[in-house]
Structure formats: structure tokens, C-alpha cells
């Protein structure tokens, strides 16, 4: 293994973007990727994928060096993200699911569900650091370095023109895509500051509160559990909502309390420490992969509250980020709380938005 020589080298923090209602119109609109955001170093044979956080990802999408090292110019910085294409859509739980501690898993993972890399921004080729020049002019190299690039290396597609924007943010989220990004032609690549637009799907849900976490500080409310009723008549966990002032947090405290259920049995998440239970409806009690261990467990509550959240999207059954509370709705019957009002987005195949190999 050599080491490493090119004029941007890791770690890099990604540029960010900030969030916008409208789509502005900025010269360069393209899909918004649900994956993990990466940028890829290659320096002939030795390949990096930096994180987010820095932190290289390299060891857990073999598979993606491996192709990287095949479709990439031989010595280049390209910010992009990786995603995982499932059935013609993006599946970021089942990419979620790549990041594993044990090799054999990670080598396993790698054949059953490969993930490809999608890319939208040239930093270095050669050894010209470009991360000084305009966005317009880095685009435009980009798309020539990675002219003969093909599945599971894309660049990602883009417009100029606002109304194929605003077509594509309708459209794209049926398969998977959580929005538009919208970025300057003239701006310099800024890492870690939000120089960019981003344009995200926001939808109102009403929502059963059945529960509440502990804040970690103490005697204060943290999160409060929602559900919804699926067509099976039970109450479903769709996810939290957890952004409160201290001093709402123990107010709430106080507000929930008459409805604090002691008996577990007349709840309808009481028996979630019932391994059968779990497997029938997702519970709020089991122990997250990400939380090493901690027990989530949490205080019952009557599902007698009704609260107004907004979400982005869903994954699944859930809501894929923690909800955003907006008002209560005690003009609402739990009851009629269920999947029915959320709004599901036509369903579309990557497809038509990636030359994805048949």
C-alpha cells in the first residue's frame, strides 16, 4: 500500500446546504440523495471514502472500491453520496444496515445488497486542487472525468431549468429521493458551510401521543412517542417528537401526568417487552442498534392526546427523521389517527432518473 500524494487530501468535511421553502433559482438544481454523504480520494490503487463526520467508511462497501478504483480517473477528489438501490428505489435502511462491525458480515453485506455512488462534485483531478473554482466550471469537468463511468459509479443528473425542478421534486420522491438541492454556478467549494439550497417535502401528520421518554438531564420530558392506528386496529410506533425548551420540557411533565397508565395491560404498547409482540407491530421499547445497548424504555401515557407534527418523509411504516412538533389537536378523535392521511408519493423507478444496468 502506497501512500496517498493528491493536492486535497482527508479528512474533508463536506459542504452543506441550508434549508429553503422554494426552489431558487440559482442556475443548477439536482436530485437530493438519500444515502451517505461521501467523498471519494483516489490516488491510483488506494481509495478513502471519508464520512460526514470525517470519520473513513472505506472498510464497509468493498465493493464500492473495487468499482471506484475501475470507473473514477486515476488520481481525483469527488464529493458525492452512496446509496443502496433496492427494487428500483432507495432503501437507506437496508444501507444503514452495511455499517458492521464484523468483517465476515461486512463482506457478506457487500454481495447481497452492493451499493453504488453517485457523484456531484470534482475537488481535486490530477493535481489541480479545484476546490477554488467556480461551481459551473467544477460541474463541467466533472461530467468529462467521469464521461465513461458506468453502473454503480453515476454522476448525478441536474437542470438549469426551474420548472424540470420543480417536476423532478414532485416525481423523484416515489423513488426514494427526499428533495431537491439548488447550488450557486459561481460558489467555491466551502467545506462545512451551508453554501447550498436544499428543498425538502414537509407533510403535517396527526399523531396519537402513547408515551414519553425521560429527558437525559433528568426529571424532564425528552421525547414524546407517537402512534398511529393501522388497518389491523392496533396502534402502530411511528417515531418521536423531541424538540422542546427546558422549560416546556417540564411543563410537560406536569401536563402528562393524569394520563400516565399504571396498568401495562390496558396499554397498547404494554406487552412490548413480549419478544411476540415486537414481531406482530413496531414497539418503542426495543433496543435501537444505534444506542449500544440502552434500554429505550419509557413511560406509558392514555392515548388520549392527539398532536400536529411535521414530517419530511416515511421509511417504511415510520418516520424516517424525529418529527417537528406544531400545535395540539384536542379537537381530534386518537381514534381516528391512522396510516390513512398520510399522503404516499406515486411510485417511480430509479430508473429514470440513473442509467441503472438492467
Not at 486535497?8 to 438519500?34: F, N
Not at 389491523?232 to 422549560?247: E, T, W
Request: glycine share 10%.
Amino acid at each position: 500500500m502506497g501512500r496517498m500524494d493528491l493536492p486535497v487530501m482527508p479528512p474533508v468535511a463536506p459542504m452543506l446546504a441550508k434549508s429553503v421553502k422554494e426552489i431558487p433559482d440559482v442556475g443548477h438544481v439536482e436530485p437530493k440523495w438519500d444515502g451517505f454523504r461521501t467523498i471519494v480520494f483516489r490516488d491510483g490503487d488506494e481509495v478513502e471514502l471519508g464520512s460526514r463526520n470525517e470519520k473513513p467508511m472505506t472498510r464497509y462497501f468493498p465493493e464500492l472500491v473495487e468499482a471506484l478504483r475501475r470507473e473514477l480517473p486515476e488520481r481525483c477528489v469527488v464529493d458525492g453520496e452512496i446509496v443502496l438501490v433496492r427494487d428500483g428505489r432507495l432503501d437507506f435502511e437496508a444501507l444503514q444496515q452495511r455499517i458492521h462491525p464484523a468483517a465476515s458480515r461486512v463482506k457478506l453485506l457487500a454481495g447481497e445488497t452492493p451499493a453504488s455512488f453517485v457523484a456531484f462534485d470534482l475537488l481535486a483531478l490530477g493535481d489541480e486542487d479545484l476546490t477554488g473554482t467556480a461551481f459551473g466550471e467544477r460541474r463541467r469537468r466533472l461530467e468529462a472525468a467521469l464521461a465513461e463511468a458506468s453502473d454503480p459509479v453515476f454522476v448525478t443528473p441536474a437542470t438549469a431549468d426551474l420548472d424540470v425542478a420543480r417536476d423532478w421534486f414532485e416525481r423523484f420522491e416515489g423513488a426514494g429521493l427526499d428533495g431537491v438541492v439548488a447550488k450557486p454556478l459561481d460558489g467555491t467549494y466551502q467545506p462545512d458551510k451551508r453554501a447550498m439550497f436544499k428543498i425538502k417535502h414537509e407533510r403535517t401528520a396527526d399523531c396519537v401521543v402513547a408515551g414519553f421518554r425521560w429527558h437525559k438531564s433528568g426529571d424532564v420530558v425528552g421525547s414524546l412517542l407517537l402512534g398511529l392506528y393501522g388497518d389491523d386496529g392496533r396502534l402502530h410506533h411511528v417515531g418521536v417528537v423531541a424538540a422542546f425548551s427546558m422549560a416546556r420540557r417540564a411543563e410537560l411533565v406536569g401536563e402528562l401526568e393524569p394520563l400516565v397508565e399504571t396498568d401495562l395491560s390496558r396499554h397498547p404498547w404494554g406487552e412490548w417487552a413480549d419478544q411476540a409482540a415486537h414481531e406482530q407491530t413496531r414497539m418503542p421499547g426495543a433496543v435501537s442498534r444505534w444506542s449500544g445497548g440502552k434500554n429505550l424504555s419509557f413511560v406509558p401515557l392514555r392515548p388520549e392526546l392527539v398532536v400536529e407534527v411535521a414530517y419530511d418523509h416515511m421509511e417504511g411504516d415510520r418516520f424516517r427523521h424525529t418529527a417537528q412538533f406544531r400545535r395540539w389537536r384536542s379537537d381530534r378523535d386518537p381514534e381516528s389517527c391512522g396510516y390513512g392521511q398520510l399522503e404516499v408519493p406515486g411510485a417511480l423507478e430509479l430508473g429514470e432518473i440513473l442509467p441503472l444496468r438492467g
